[in-house]
């Protein structure tokens, strides 16, 4: 229940995912007057939107949640392997109530514009609600994936069927027995729902632009025993995420793909390929994700799998992926999404060979036929990362809005604050680990550091912290040059911002792993915030 609150704030906090309700949760501990604005009817974020069938997440359930109270994690369980959408949303509500988060959560209410006052020196924070509140402090729990985009075709207005978006589904659940259904998208939200699609629809169409590499997830119920030996020593585990490259502990190596025999390079992919993880094959060798020969190989081998899967060799063609590295594109988990195309009343569209033309009142028109169907799917993911940033009216320093800041590409110090915008901090913002991490151990390494900021800042009667250009200009040539080294900024990806049409071409991430990165940001905190500027 929500609780009757001042209009004048120590912390705003913008979402109520899983960062912003830990946000809350750590200000709380620190006695700041903190509250959090929701768009959505209730907790959850990402797993609030993503309902369709078959959302999953792709980081083992154990790995993806909270670390900060090992009284959560002994008493909560999880069932399998993978967590469905379901059940994580039942772990943040249940968060949520455990401690008693709700009343400093104002739901349904989006902040639609950010104004800060350099005299007063805090923010002002206007929803659609008609609600303005002052904030010393603002944190942006946004999220990185969580303004869907529409795939960018004349004529959606016109369809007679029903529609709808991955990322915005019915939460009453929409039932497609004897359908014909058309999904328009092969991103990981395609290849989660298509198989259960399949499932239910009379025929399905499959739209498919890029193909993607997608591995055998290997979901199962988790045992007993494996459970209760995670319980038993979950703070050895979660000392080994934090120091590890993508939030999950992987095996060192110090092979490159190309320095091994085929058949031993072979037997190590399908040993990642038998794990069902998304980083085994990948951190099967040194160089994957920085030498194309290298990647070459992994690419090939999972392509060699799709050709064994896919019964048309037309089919298993149009669904290898040939114009990105394997990696640099999000990799897709899956159960039985190859195997689905073998279906009777499944059928793949390549778009590479037959652009989309628009949407017509029927169906979809290609550059080469109509199709008719009664219902569509987009699966066509994201603005990402800065999407939802940018669709607030930020003004920082000199009312310069945020958009225009970012007008050439994100530009940010850590990924956590951005010069002229002084008090605001962004939780796996843009040029952070973020996208390329377990979400859970970045959100809350994040979370940790703002904290112990604004801890510092109130023991030091410090009213003001803003990064200074020079530090922030420092960062972001230490991304793009980490960057640079990888195979990452040669895809058409949406950490490049290519998947939205005009974005400026820019890798997003940080990609030097989430431990280096954690002890960068432990090191700037510990020489009194260096790189930034404080005002007492
Ligand atoms: P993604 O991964 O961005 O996938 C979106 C898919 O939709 C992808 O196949 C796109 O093709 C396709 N798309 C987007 N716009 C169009 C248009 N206009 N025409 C045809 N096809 C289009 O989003 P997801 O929701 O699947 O996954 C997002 C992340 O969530 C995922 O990476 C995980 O981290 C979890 P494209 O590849 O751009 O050619």
Redesign the pocket.
């Given at each position: 229940m929500s609780k009757s609150h001042s209009n004048r704030l120590d912390a705003a906090i913008v979402g109520a995912g899983l960062a912003g309700l830990y946000q809350l949760y750590t200000l709380r501990g620190l006695g700041l007057s903190a509250r959090v604005f929701e768009a959505g009817a209730d907790v959850g974020g990402?797993w609030y939107w993503?309902r369709y069938p078959g959302a999953r997440c792709?980081v083992e359930s154990l790995s993806y949640s909270y670390s900060f109270s090992p009284e959560l994690e002994q008493e909560w369980t999880w069932t399998e392997k993978y967590p469905t959408q379901p059940e994580i949303l039942s772990y943040i509500n249940h968060v949520a109530d455990r401690f008693d988060l709700r009343p400093d959560i104002t739901f349904n209410t989006r902040v639609t514009s950010m104004v800060y006052d350099e005299t007063a020196k805090q923010w002002q924070v206007v929803t659609d609600t008609g609600e303005s509140v002052t904030a010393r402090f603002v944190i942006m729990a946004t999220g990185c994936?969580s303004m869907?985009?529409?795939?960018?075709?004349p004529g959606i207005e016109n369809f007679r069927g029903t529609i709808h978006h991955?990322?915005q589904w019915p939460h009453e659940g929409v039932d497609f027995t004897g359908k014909r259904l058309g999904v328009?998208?092969?991103?990981?939200?395609?290849?989660?729902s298509i198989p259960i699609l399949a499932e239910q629809a009379r025929e399905l169409t499959v739209?498919?632009?890029?193909p993607?590499f997608s591995m055998p997830a290997g979901n199962r119920p988790l045992e007993d025993s494996e459970i209760a030996d995670m319980k038993a020593d979950y703070r050895t585990w979660r000392k080994a995420q934090r120091e590890s490259a993508f939030g999950v502990p992987t095996q060192e190596t110090t092979q490159s793909a190309l320095e091994v025999s085929e058949a031993e390079r072979n037997a190590a992919y399908q040993a990642g390929w038998d794990k069902g993880n998304l980083v085994a094959i990948l951190g099967s060798y040194t160089d994957t994700l920085t030498d194309k020969a290298a990647n070459d190989t992994a690419a090939e081998f999972i392509r060699s799998k799709i050709r064994e899967t896919v019964a048309d060799p037309e089919t298993a063609e149009a669904l290898s992926p040939r114009s990105f590295p394997f990696g640099t594109?999000?990799p897709?988990l899956d159960t039985g999404y190859y195997e689905t195309f073998n279906k009777e009343h499944v059928r793949l569209v390549d778009?590479r060979e037959t652009p989309?033309v628009d949407i017509t009142e029927r169906g979809v028109r290609t550059s080469e036929r109509d199709y008719e169907f009664d219902s569509l799917v987009?699966?066509?993911?994201?603005d990402?990362m800065t999407g939802a940033l940018n669709a607030i009216d930020i003004r920082g320093k000199g009312g310069v809005t945020l958009t225009e800041k970012w007008s050439e590409g994100p530009r940010s110090y850590l990924g956590i604050a951005i010069a002229g915008f002084p008090n605001l901090f962004t939780i796996t913002g843009p040029s952070s680990p973020s996208?390329l991490s377990n979400m859970m151990v970045s959100i809350e390494q994040h979370v940790d550091w703002i904290t112990d900021c604004l801890s510092h800042l109130r023991e030091r009667g410090i009213v003001e912290i803003e990064p200074t250009d020079e530090a922030e200009q420092t960062w972001v040539e230490h991304v793009e040059e980490i960057g640079n080294a990888t195979l990452y900024p040669t895809a058409?990806?949406?950490y490049m911002g290519?998947?939205v049409p005009g974005k400026p071409r820019v890798f997003m991430a940080y990609i030097g792993g989430v431990g280096t990165y954690r002890q960068m940001c432990d090191e700037i905190a510990a020489k009194d915030y260096d790189g930034f500027s404080l005002t007492a």
């Open positions: 990402t993503n792709d994936l869907s985009k529409a795939p960018e075709v991955t990322g328009i998208g092969t991103g990981s939200s395609g290849i989660q739209f498919q632009r890029t993607n594109k999000r897709c778009l989309l987009f699966a066509t993911g994201f990402a996208v058409d990806s949406w290519s998947n």
